[in-house]
């Protein structure tokens, strides 16, 4: 198992992993941090995936099998949802008060489908967060991988579907 010394390396420079690493400092990245840990990834990014439950893994020097037992015994913890493309909208206060409802009120119009449903046809997951750690740019989300700013119902729309065929 990889355990690291000093500052640990993170998945990417998308800026969420600070703030996943910082929960885990704040507790000494202590194996007892696990489902604190979890729980802001889950805030940050709408679930859990398998790149993060590693990243928790090592982070706190546990076994990926401990971690993987945790995110799946807890009921409130989601892992990565069932559809082809996933579309998280940040409902943290700053992307709230910016209209984030409205974004979740276009998607159900246009697929049908509320947080944390996937359509029918398993080509659109939707999931909420708490932060995505981008609140200059509320209303934020993030389809697929590519983050979202300021982004309007009709582009998010927009958006989804060169997702789903681009
Ligand atoms: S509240 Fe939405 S990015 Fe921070």
Redesign the pocket.
Known sequence: MQTYVGAPQLPSDDKRWKIVEATARRHGREPHALIETLHTVQECFGYLDENALRFVASVLRVPLSRVYGAATFYHFFTLKPKGKHTCVV???????IKG?PLLLKAIERRHGIKPGETTPDGELSVLT???????G????AVMDSAVLGKIAPEDILARIERGIHP
């Not at 940040?90 to 709230?96: L, N, P, R, V, W």
């Not at 967060?129 to 609140?135: D, E, F, H, I, Q």
């Open positions: 940040c409902t943290g206060t700053a992307c709230y984030a967060a708490r932060c995505l750690g981008s609140c740019l509320a209303p934020a």
